[in-house]
């Protein structure tokens, strides 16, 4: 009897894992292994758009701990240009499930004179979500800290991958997505709403998207209020790859406009010939 009670709870825990787990994933349809998105960095310097850097993101298949997992990276780097007033050195990586629900999340970031590294670990017990957070910061003081929260948590990648699989084909303008997102110090109340659809030209390339746009907000409690912190153009197809991006940073405005990519998983069927 003991050893049949023991089976019950291990078969109740694992399947309550991953109700937790599907709860906090997603269908991947828009992207494959092997994906690379490359962008440009663009700021606005005394009302002048100046490119300043490049960004590049790949996402494929491999392990994380024994077990398939997706792994994606974005490295952004500024050039000589933008080093001279301000040295943007990141580099983000994510493991996921292979339903997108997160796994690990690292940011280690050279923003100025400052260098500092986030880490987060997921677990799902008891249908839960459970953050182990790691910061150490420009000083080099490190800080440990543990979170549960009943709702599904993300961060600024696996976020992202998330959204690019959402079925727009549903939402109307204005509709709202809660996306609570945690770095290794704050949980942020954080929000998507579709702004509709647009065409989109890039400068550089001259190709033109029928893009779906989203903003991303979060509420400043010391403001009180929400403020958009970026504004994105993804292709209209199942792809959904971001071809520009409008960041709203507290000392000024830059975009990102993607230059190039290999592959993706369908047909760019949102590319305007």
């Known amino acids: 009897m003991k050893r049949i009670i023991i089976t019950v709870c291990l078969v109740c825990g694992f399947t309550m894992l991953s109700h937790a787990q599907s709860q906090c994933g997603i269908e991947n349809t828009a992207f494959k292994s092997g994906e690379s998105l490359n962008y440009d960095l663009y700021f606005n310097w005394k009302f002048i758009w100046m490119k300043v850097g490049s960004a590049t993101m790949d996402t494929r298949m491999t392990k994380f701990e024994g077990k398939d997992a997706w792994k994606s990276y974005l490295i952004t780097r500024g050039n000589d240009r933008l080093d001279k007033y301000f040295m943007m050195r990141d580099t983000l990586l994510s493991y996921c499930n292979t339903d997108l629900s997160p796994l690990y999340f690292r940011k280690g970031a050279r923003e100025g004179s400052r260098y500092y590294v986030d880490e987060i670990w997921y677990s799902y017990p008891n249908g839960h979500s459970k953050l182990r957070k790691h910061r150490i910061d420009a000083d080099g003081e490190e800080h440990w800290k543990t979170s549960g929260y009943r709702a599904c948590i993300y961060d600024m990648m696996s976020i992202f991958l998330r959204a690019r699989n959402f079925d727009a084909s549903k939402m109307k303008k204005g509709d709202i997505v809660p996306m609570p997102i945690s770095d290794a110090r704050n949980l942020s109340n954080s929000w998507l ?41 993804v292709t209209d197809d199942q792809n959904h790859i971001p071809v520009r991006l409008d960041l709203f940073l507290s000392f000024g405005s830059a975009k990102a406009y993607l230059k190039n990519y290999k592959g993706v998983r369908s047909p760019m069927t949102a590319k305007i010939n």
């Open 193 to 233: 709403e579709f702004r509709g659809k647009e065409n989109f030209k890039v400068s550089d390339t001259k190709e033109k998207f029928r893009c779906l746009v989203f903003s991303f907000y979060e509420w400043d409690d010391g403001d009180k209020k929400s403020r958009e912190l970026i504004r994105f153009y």
